[in-house]
């Protein structure tokens, strides 16, 4: 089993200390030092900012949900140049905390359709789900303006160099259903 790095952030919130009959508003954001090795737990160059404004309201006898705007300011390297690159963040969070979770039937078990769900404990951390949040929204392979990866063709001497276009299967299906290359059933043998 791996074992992760601790969570840079933390903000929890007691269960049996949180308002029954309202909802707990919260807008959180981590100072410039938290942000910073939220930056280095992330992989990421810096984090300018990052914020999370909700509310979590009961939801039945023992239930919690938790509704928020996510939002975050990050600086990564460009997958072509490594210049820097910055990204806006936006998401909207829903998390529904329940004190009993649906036991899956079956001998084979599929992922639920409500990923939003998830077991009550104690607590409710506010951090680790901002960091979460953070982690699924981060762009995979950042592009600065103008940056393009170039086009690579190699071939022994004498044969033609393979292109892209080359290795669609479907590219020429358009034009010979359009009529304008022959096909085999177009007096083609």
Do not use: N
Not at 2 to 29: C, G, N, Q, Y
Not at 63 to 89: G, K
Not at 159 to 168: F, G, I, K
């Amino acid at each position: 089993m791996t074992d992760f790095p601790p969570m840079p952030w933390s903000h929890p919130l007691r269960v049996s200390e949180l308002a029954t009959r309202k909802p707990t508003r919260f807008d959180i954001a981590p100072d410039p030092e938290i942000r910073a090795e939220i930056a280095r737990w992330a992989g990421i160059d810096a984090l300018e900012d990052l914020r999370l404004k909700g509310a979590l309201s009961p939801a039945g006898r023992s239930d919690w949900l938790l509704e928020a705007a996510f939002s975050a300011r990050v600086v990564q390297p460009c997958a072509i140049t490594l210049a820097p690159v910055h990204s806006d963040l936006s998401e909207t969070v829903t998390r529904r905390y329940l004190a009993e979770m649906p036991v899956p039937e079956g001998d084979e078990i599929e992922m639920p359709e409500d990923d939003s769900a998830e077991q009550l404990g104690a607590v409710i951390d506010l951090g680790a789900v901002a960091l979460e949040v953070l982690e699924l929204a981060l762009p995979l392979q950042p592009r600065a303006p103008g940056a393009e990866l170039g086009t690579v063709r190699v071939a022994e001497k004498g044969v033609t160099p393979l292109r892209d276009e080359d290795t669609r299967p479907f590219a020429g299906l358009a034009d010979l259903l359009k009529g304008d290359k022959p096909g085999p059933d177009k007096g083609e043998t």
